[in-house]
């Protein structure tokens, strides 16, 4: 086979998108080969608990920081009945952003 194995060790140190290109040239081919790494910390989980009278809003600032190498535009997508918040959110590279999370439940719930 032309095939020819090219063994890579990665070891990030922090959570973020990381570029690579590896150049391999001969006398008769260059190429280039392009790889993006993205590293999520471990634990990306999180649990909110929201207590407030019915008809009456409560906002949680959730922190979302970028420790990336470029600027970050969010989408969110909210699922549940009463949970409002922006469509979209911009954290600058070495930035930390609030997203702020509202929930105004119609009834007991």
């Known amino acids: 086979s032309d095939a020819v194995e ?11 998108c990381y570029h690579c290109q590896i150049l391999l040239k001969s006398s008769c081919d260059v190429r280039v080969y ?3 790494c993205v590293v999520n910390t471990e634990h990306a989980e999180a649990e909110l608990e929201f207590l407030t009278p019915a008809y009456q809003a409560v906002v949680q600032d959730i922190p979302i920081s970028n420790m990336s190498s470029q600027n970050w535009q969010l989408e969110a997508i909210l699922e549940g009945e009463g949970f409002y918040g922006p469509p979209l959110i911009n954290v600058g590279l070495g930035e930390t952003a609030l997203y702020p999370l509202m929930f105004r ?3 007991q719930c």
Not at 6 to 16: C, D, E, M, N, T
């Open 34 to 36: 392009e790889i993006e």
């Open 6 to 16: 090219l063994p890579i060790k990665f070891i990030p140190r922090y959570a973020g």
């Open 105 to 107: 439940p119609l009834a």
